[in-house]
């Protein structure tokens, strides 16, 4: 199956291959190398020894209460005493938006359960927000902070979006109307501010989005049940994402997003979801490249993927770049999971994903095992718009098991305007009939690999 893109070996000298695997080794060892730089910025924020227990600012464990005023108040009183912990104990507590402050932390204990309203018009006045990677001003995600610093939510409760319950995922695709007058306000330089959705536009919230925040925890807990993406840090800075569990489905639940943000780390987590598991993206098209705030050190590690459209994934918004993505020890195992390792643009993105590199994973089941496209979703873009580029990938040392459709799909904009630059080293693939798709695309190494029974 490999044969054909198979680096020969010339005669006499330093064969070319040899050359070609030894070039690309140092070059991902060097970029390897950078990691323990990065992991040393991400570190967990700190708390003081407070606690402040919901039930004691009103909140009542019984599923029916409105809890919302509680949670607020709590979080207020943690927050102007200097900080602690906002403490949720056993029992289903539901409540509208919560909007963490600087220095609290929203733990769950064993048990608990915040279960957030079905009532859309609870998720108002709107607060400032990306869309699918465009700014505006649009429902209140179910947990939002904004502009703060020392924020976690932990603990070993669920949270529960309640997404199928509602109208949320009835709203796929009415959002249309609303989405052509964004993207006109956009063209004329209209505000952020001053784009203002809700009611009757069905652009759904997103779960949990810190936004311009700074040393973000999220960890232990269990989320289910998304309107749409699950995690989404906006524009912050040191974010640890540690022993979740995010079980989904509907349209765009996307796991973890992390968007326009830098020095994140997701470890020891769990995704089964109704879109991508994880996908980093840095916003979409005009509004992205006006903002220009990259998405950049990034690490992946440990983590497990089942349902989903892509495991680790890059785009589709990349207007403003993505760089430095690190994925390893990862498994990948589920016969509804598309791509194991998804890379997506298009023309009227722009942007880049650069320096993305992948090792010691195990695709236990997956339809492909590594899928790069620069013609994703890309009705209306035109060649020379914003050609976005994906160059300098490295996957090595991993082992693909099971594939119902390819190894290895790659595919440019175009012969002026390829993928470059791609290296897969040291990996096993499955034989399939269909083998692999490569076009528009330069510089694309193939070393090392091994055939598999399938």
């Known amino acids: ?8 070996h010339p005669p006499g000298g330093l064969a070319a291959a040899d050359t070609t695997a030894a070039e690309a080794t140092r070059a991902a060892e060097r970029a390897w190398a950078r990691v323990p730089d990065i992991l040393k910025r991400i570190t967990p924020p700190r708390f003081p020894d407070r606690d402040f227990v919901v039930t004691q600012f009103g909140a009542v464990g019984d599923g029916k209460t409105d809890c919302t005023k509680a949670f ?22 539901l ?9 609290v932390n929203l733990h769950l204990r064993k048990g608990a359960t915040i279960r957030f309203d079905t009532d859309t018009r609870k998720y108002l006045p709107a607060v400032f927000t990306r869309y699918e990677g465009t700014e505006l001003m649009n429902y209140s995600p179910f947990i939002y902070a904004f502009e703060a610093q020392n924020i976690a939510i932990t603990g070993e409760g669920t949270l529960d979006g309640q997404g199928p319950a509602g109208e949320w995922h009835a709203w796929k695709g009415k959002f249309r109307p609303a989405e052509e007058r964004l993207m006109d306000m956009v063209r004329r330089g209209v505000p952020a501010r001053e784009r203002v959705f809700g009611e009757g536009d069905f652009f759904r919230p997103n779960f949990i989005q810190p936004c311009r925040s700074r040393n973000v925890l999220i960890e232990g807990v269990r989320i289910i049940n998304s309107p749409m993406w699950v995690i989404n840090p906006v524009y912050c800075t040191n974010v640890i994402v540690r022993k979740v569990t995010v079980e989904t489905r509907g349209p765009n639940t996307d796991g973890c997003n992390p968007d326009s943000s830098t020095d994140v780390l997701i470890e020891d987590c769990h995704f089964s979801n109704g879109d991508d598991c994880i996908a980093i993206k840095s916003g979409r098209d005009l509004d992205g490249r006006r903002v220009n705030i990259p998405s950049q050190n990034i690490i992946v590690r440990n983590c497990t993927f089942e349902k989903g459209h892509g495991g680790v994934t890059c785009g589709s918004e990349t207007a403003g770049g993505i760089r430095n993505v690190f994925a390893e020890n990862c498994r990948f195992d589920s016969p509804d999971l598309d791509m194991a390792i998804r890379l997506k643009t298009n023309p009227a993105r722009g ?12 695709v236990q089941t997956a339809k492909f095992g590594i899928h790069m496209t620069m013609r994703y979703a890309s009705r209306g873009a035109v060649e020379g718009e914003s050609i976005p580029i994906i160059r300098n990938i490295d996957v090595r040392d991993s082992t693909f098991l099971k594939l119902t459709r390819q190894p290895i ?38 070393i090392n690999l091994r055939t598999l029974p399938q």
């Open 1 to 8: 199956m490999f044969a054909a893109l198979l680096l020969a």
């Open 72 to 93: 607020a108040d709590a979080i207020a009183a943690c927050h102007n005493a200097g900080g602690g912990r906002v403490v949720v104990p056993e029992g289903v507590f």
């Open 95 to 103: 409540t509208g938006p919560i909007h963490l402050k600087s220095g």
């Open 351 to 362: 942007g880049y994903i650069e320096d993305f590199y992948v090792r010691n994973c195990t």
């Open 409 to 446: 799909f790659i595919e440019g904009w175009s012969k002026d305007m390829p993928v470059t630059d791609v290296t897969i080293a040291n990996c096993a693939f499955p034989e399939t009939r269909s083998g692999n798709t490569i076009t528009n695309a330069v510089r694309v190494n193939l």
